[in-house]
């Protein structure tokens, strides 16, 4: 089967990137190298192209009703503009995927239409953005829970509709401030509002993967590379591929759907996973009752951040042992830290030994080396 392509694969073909296959999509890993693009993030800023990432659009009298149904946080806790992130779980409280969700800002005209099809001011509008290759699995659920629920709501598939951008960084709010027709450094965390950017109408969010400050851009599809070109040409900021996406979120603490959890291969609720604040029981949603259930008994593992004491760069699927070299948990994520110089990790471990500064021994090709189980996240500004 063909990968998808994003709108700009042939542009960054042009510029040297080269490539990798992420969630069915053609994207590219690495520009000029991954500690070189992954320093200019933690230092200045870099751009990263995500338009393999999902957008679903859903609008109409009970959208509320059923994103609120369909995901474990508090969507009623949204005014428009806001964001928050959040978990997509089954009947027995296992992640389908995480997403962020945005209850879409209203727009200047009176009735409350706009270009991009959200619909009726009267009526919230959301869009949620799920990962890589699940688009059509995440619209199929919307539609079909609608229909079962018997709710009044348009859902639409927009990931062909839309690029989309990261630029993250200390100078990320300055660099996107400069093309805006709005102050950046206005929209609050994890907010988001309609502005031009280089000349084309664009969803700006103060939201970011990294463990920086910064923005991500959704734009046209078919205008893209005017976007793209305003910052990673006319303003030289850092091109950025998956490599260097991934390294940093690793050092935040941050989770990557289908490696530190997969439904199919690995399903875990979200009190597992260490995101159990997205969990509102206060509020009806598939898994909420398994969940309720599995916050009061409590889980027999939990994920946990490790750095690697001894020389070695844990992997995914490495098995995590205690100091008697029983198998006691296995690495889902791991990288030598370019900010830390030194090889960190996540693992779901048996809860016995989840606090900070436990020993642990992590079995690297064949030998045991020794870790020390650390606080997340390993980076913070």
Same mark, same amino acid.
């Given at each position: 089967?063909?990968?998808?392509?994003?709108?700009?694969?042939?542009?960054?073909?042009?510029?040297?990137?080269?490539?990798?296959?992420?969630?069915?999509?053609?994207?590219?890993?690495?520009?000029?190298?991954?500690?070189?693009?992954?320093?200019?993030?933690?230092?200045?800023?870099?751009?990263?192209?995500?338009?393999?990432?999902?957008?679903?659009?859903?609008?109409?009298?009970?959208?509320?009703?059923?994103?609120?149904?369909?995901?474990?946080?508090? $969507?009623?806790? +949204?005014?428009?503009? #806001?964001?928050?992130?959040?978990?997509?779980? /089954? =009947?027995? &409280? %296992?992640?389908? !995927?995480?997403?962020? $969700?945005?209850? +879409?800002?209203?727009? #200047?005209?009176?009735?409350?239409?706009?270009? /991009? =099809?959200? &619909? %009726?001011?009267? !009526?919230?509008?959301?869009?949620?953005?799920?990962?890589?290759?699940?688009?059509?699995?995440?619209?199929?659920?919307?539609?079909?829970?609608?229909?079962?629920?018997?709710?009044?709501?348009?859902?639409?598939?927009?990931?062909?509709?839309?690029?989309?951008?990261?630029?993250?960084?200390?100078?990320?709010?300055?660099?996107?401030?400069?093309?805006?027709?709005?102050?950046?450094?206005?929209?609050?965390?994890?907010?988001?509002?309609?502005?031009?950017?280089?000349?084309?109408?664009?969803?700006?969010?103060?939201?970011?993967?990294?463990?920086?400050?910064?923005?991500?851009?959704?734009?046209?599809?078919?205008?893209?590379?005017?976007?793209?070109?305003?910052?990673?040409?006319?303003?030289?900021?850092?091109?950025?591929?998956?490599?260097?996406?991934?390294?940093?979120?690793?050092?935040?603490?941050?989770?990557?759907?289908?490696?530190?959890?997969?439904?199919?291969?690995?399903?875990?609720?979200?009190?597992?996973?260490?995101?159990?604040?997205?969990?509102?029981?206060?509020?009806?949603?598939?898994?909420?009752?398994?969940?309720?259930?599995?916050?009061?008994?409590?889980?027999?593992?939990?994920?946990?951040?490790?750095?690697?004491?001894?020389?070695?760069?844990?992997?995914?699927?490495?098995?995590?042992?205690?100091?008697?070299?029983?198998?006691?948990?296995?690495?889902?994520?791991?990288?030598?830290?370019?900010?830390?110089?030194?090889?960190?990790?996540?693992?779901?471990?048996?809860?016995?030994?989840?606090?900070?500064?436990?020993?642990?021994?992590?079995?690297?090709?064949?030998?045991?080396?020794?870790?020390?189980?650390?606080?997340?996240?390993?980076?913070?500004?």
């Amino acid at each position: 089967m063909a990968l998808e392509t994003p709108p700009l694969r042939d542009r960054h073909a042009e510029a040297g990137a080269k490539f990798t296959e992420f969630g069915g999509w053609d994207m590219p890993v690495e520009f000029d190298g991954i500690r070189v693009e992954h320093e200019a993030v933690r230092s200045s800023a870099g751009i990263f192209d995500v338009s393999h990432m999902s957008e679903i659009e859903v609008s109409g009298p009970d959208a509320e009703r059923l994103m609120q149904r369909l995901t474990s946080n508090d $969507v009623t806790a +949204l005014d428009a503009g #806001d964001a928050q992130y959040s978990t997509i779980t /089954d =009947g027995e &409280g %296992d992640i389908i !995927d995480d997403t962020v $969700v945005y209850r +879409l800002p209203e727009t #200047d005209d009176e009735t409350g239409d706009s270009d /991009d =099809g959200t &619909g %009726d001011s009267d !009526d919230a509008s959301f869009l949620f953005v799920p990962n890589a290759g699940h688009a059509e699995q995440m619209h199929d659920r919307w539609t079909e829970h609608r229909d079962e629920w018997d709710l009044d709501a348009t859902v639409y598939d927009a990931t062909y509709d839309y690029g989309m951008f990261a630029v993250q960084g200390p100078e990320a709010v300055g660099h996107v401030d400069d093309a805006a027709d709005v102050n950046v450094e206005d929209i609050s965390r994890f907010s988001a509002t309609w502005a031009t950017v280089a000349g084309v109408e664009c969803l700006v969010a103060r939201t970011g993967y990294t463990g920086e400050d910064g923005v991500e851009l959704v734009v046209p599809w078919n205008r893209a590379p005017e976007v793209w070109a305003a910052f990673a040409e006319e303003r030289d900021v850092q091109r950025c591929g998956l490599g260097s996406r991934d390294t940093l979120r690793l050092e935040a603490g941050l989770l990557l759907s289908g490696q530190d959890f997969d439904h199919d291969s690995n399903p875990r609720n979200p009190y597992e996973a260490g995101i159990g604040f997205t969990v509102k029981l206060d509020t009806e949603f598939v898994g909420r009752d398994a969940l309720e259930a599995a916050k009061a008994e409590g889980v027999d593992e939990k994920l946990v951040g490790f750095t690697l004491v001894d020389r070695g760069v844990p992997r995914h699927g490495y098995d995590v042992t205690d100091t008697d070299d029983l198998v006691v948990g296995e690495v889902t994520s791991g990288t030598m830290s370019p900010t830390l110089d030194e090889p960190i990790g996540l693992a779901y471990v048996s809860t016995e030994y989840t606090d900070p500064g436990t020993t642990l021994r992590v079995v690297v090709r064949g030998d045991s080396k020794k870790a020390r189980v650390e606080s997340l996240p390993f980076y913070e500004r």
